[in-house]
């Protein structure tokens, strides 16, 4: 048994080790237990550690909203209770994020995000909070000159500033 602090618990909610502790899940109980989407391949920050170089890729096919939230829904009935948003880019760029975020919400799943921040203006934090988003955030260093090395020069620091 893992005996861990509400504190603990809470930093990681949508997580696996979260939904195990906190919510009394047992995986493997259910057909599906969690759901990632790969978003497109679009960015803002050209990071050393991206090997697609996401940010010189458009935005081309794409499954579609309607069909995207048609499998959401699927996965709730098979079990689901985390829909991973992921990809090889930023999803905050994606044009409909918001749309697909609301959807996972009322359907009461956990949206988990992951982001480099560099879009959580404060309209953005409010509408990720509303809509209970767990948010991994994706910073490499604390140094800024490391960062915009790291970064190719296609970042700035002050996203820690937003946190």
Not at 11 to 23: D, K, S, V, Y
Not at 32 to 39: R, S
Not at 120 to 132: C, R, S
Request: hydrophobic share 40%; glycine share 8%.
């Amino acid at each position: 048994m893992i005996i861990m602090s509400k504190y603990f618990l809470k930093t990681l909610r949508g997580m696996p080790l979260h939904l195990q502790g906190a919510e009394g899940i047992k995986f493997g109980k259910t057909k599906l237990d969690y759901l990632c989407i790969n978003m497109p391949p679009v960015c803002n920050y050209r990071c050393k550690k991206c090997l697609t170089w996401a940010n010189e890729q458009k935005l081309k096919k794409f499954i579609g909203i309607p069909k995207l939230k048609e499998i959401i829904t699927k996965g709730k009935k098979m079990g689901v209770k985390t829909v991973g948003i992921l990809g090889e880019g930023e999803p905050l760029l994606f044009p409909k994020i918001k749309e697909i975020i609301t959807h996972i919400h009322k359907l009461n799943m956990i949206p988990l995000i992951a982001t480099n921040g560099s879009l959580l203006t404060k309209e953005m934090v409010d509408f990720l909070y509303a809509n209970g988003v767990s948010i991994a955030l994706s910073l490499d260093t604390l140094d800024e000159k490391e960062y915009k090395e790291f970064c190719r020069g296609s970042a700035d620091i002050n996203v820690i500033k937003k946190i």
